[in-house]
């Protein structure tokens, strides 16, 4: 498949450098658009233009839609005024949008300067709603039904204004006030008789949001029913807009890219990794590393507080990478856990005692199978020939409680830090890996050093 994206990228290539225009069009409008985009990314500056220009009007919308930032700010550079007006005269006002929240302030007054009226004013609209809440993602152009209006007139409606809509699939109804009553489908009108009325082919218990809703809560409902679309209201059950399931999935992909970079200490970044500096990069990620860092010094303080016991009992110090890690793996995977069920709204913070006393359950039954486990690879590798100070088995216990506490310690916070970042409006994934491990490595130690002073206080009497 790539060496056929490859071929056919070099085809348009070599059609743009022979100047066959004419083939060059009948090749494009064979092509989805978002892989005319990804062809734009492998033209030279100066290409970009031609091909642009080449392309029916449509398909070019569609196209430049699916361009990353940097590629349309350089085509909007190099067009005309009135060039510029069909391209934004051909997007949804969604992606409008989308494009003027993107863009450089001068970009953006050449784009509102050409947009019509009507353009211009559903943008100003859509631009007053915060950031990340529906209102931002919706766009208005949908079908709107009356219940008295029979199926042929309903059909007749679709026909005369759905040439600009986003989605005629999935109709609107609304009452003389306005408000939102019901949903119809295309498919419900073809298949009613010409004379039944809208009100009785209808669906009355209609799902929808608010237009201040979270975005990620939209994108959520897109997977739990199915939808192709979700309407917007207002406070007063207006119908304002609809969520097409296309920007519901660009909010999950944006979403799971936010967490995953969060959950990995790096700071959110908006654009795609090849598109970013080194030093981009570098202001992204040092900020955590720094806080890390510094965080970690708790680590070397507990240790410097009980170098005494260290130094009476050498090998011991030679177990503390393990069970910081072993600690700070299970913390990890404590969180991840939660953090999912709680992106998928499985949980939520009252939940918090349910999900404690389950992850306490697992910690008991993993440290339990680890200690064991540790207990064995200790008395019969690790310390075979051991003959320094203090019994190898008991030396062995200290190490195998210490797995066993560090593991139900870890499960604990990994589960429950998570919950208290949602419950304090914090993002939970700010609370995975590798803060937990942090954390875990610190409390590990102490731990570590508790057990090792109860089990052998004879040997590290100071």
Not at 337 to 359: D, H, P, T, Y
Request: with cysteine.
């Amino acid at each position: 498949m790539v060496q056929v994206n490859v071929t056919l990228t070099e085809t348009i290539k070599k059609l743009l450098e022979e100047k066959k225009y004419s083939t060059l069009r009948d090749v494009l409008t064979t092509m989805m658009p978002y892989d005319i985009a990804a062809v734009f990314e492998e033209l030279q500056d100066e290409k970009m233009p031609i091909l642009f220009r080449i392309l029916p009007k449509e398909l070019a919308a569609e196209t430049f839609v699916e361009m990353d930032e940097e590629t349309q700010e350089f085509l909007i550079h190099g067009f005309s005024d009135s060039e510029l007006k069909e391209v934004v005269d051909e997007l949804f006002v969604d992606d409008a949008v989308d494009l003027i929240e993107e863009m450089p302030a001068n970009v953006v007054k050449r784009i509102l300067r050409t947009a019509d009226k009507d353009m211009r004013k559903e943008i100003n609209e859509l631009l007053k709603y915060p950031e990340d809440s529906a209102g931002s993602i919706m766009t208005t152009e949908f079908i709107l039904l009356r219940p008295d209006m029979t199926a042929e007139m309903a059909i007749k409606r679709i026909r005369r204004t759905g040439v600009d809509k986003e989605t005629i699939y999935t109709c609107y109804v609304n009452d003389e006030n306005n408000k939102l009553i019901g949903i119809t489908t295309v498919k419900d009108l073809l298949l009613a008789n010409d004379d039944d009325y809208v009100r009785d082919l209808m669906e009355e218990n209609v799902i929808s949001v608010h237009t201040l809703d979270d975005q990620e809560k939209v994108a959520q409902m897109f997977s739990n029913y199915d939808f192709l679309a979700l309407p917007v209201v207002d406070k007063e059950q207006r119908i304002v807009g609809i969520v097409t399931i296309d920007d519901a999935i660009d909010v999950i992909q944006e979403e799971a890219t936010e967490d995953i970079e969060k959950m990995a200490a790096v700071l959110p970044s908006d654009k795609p990794y090849m598109k970013t500096g080194v030093f981009g990069i570098y202001r992204k990620r040092v900020p955590w590393l720094l806080i890390l860092m510094l965080s970690a010094t708790f680590t070397s303080t507990i240790i410097k507080s009980f170098e005494g016991v260290l130094a009476q009992v050498l090998i011991l110090s030679t177990f503390i990478p393990m069970i910081t890690g072993s600690g700070g793996n299970a913390g990890s995977q404590a969180s991840v856990s939660v953090i999912r069920a709680l992106s998928l709204g499985e949980i939520e913070f009252k939940s918090m005692f349910k999900v404690l006393w389950k992850e306490l359950r697992v910690a008991i039954l993993c440290g339990l199978t680890l200690a064991a486990a540790n207990f064995f690879k200790l008395m019969f590798f690790d310390l075979r020939n051991y003959d320094g100070k203090g019994e190898p088995v008991l030396i062995a216990l200290v190490v195998s409680l210490t797995i066993f506490g560090t593991i139900v310690m870890a499960k604990i916070v990994g589960s429950s830090l998570p919950l208290l970042a949602k419950k304090i409006g914090f993002d939970p994934a700010v609370m995975a890996n590798p803060l937990i491990s942090t954390v875990c490595d610190s409390l590990s130690l102490l731990i570590y050093f508790a057990v090792a002073l109860l089990v052998l206080p004879n040997v590290l009497a100071v």
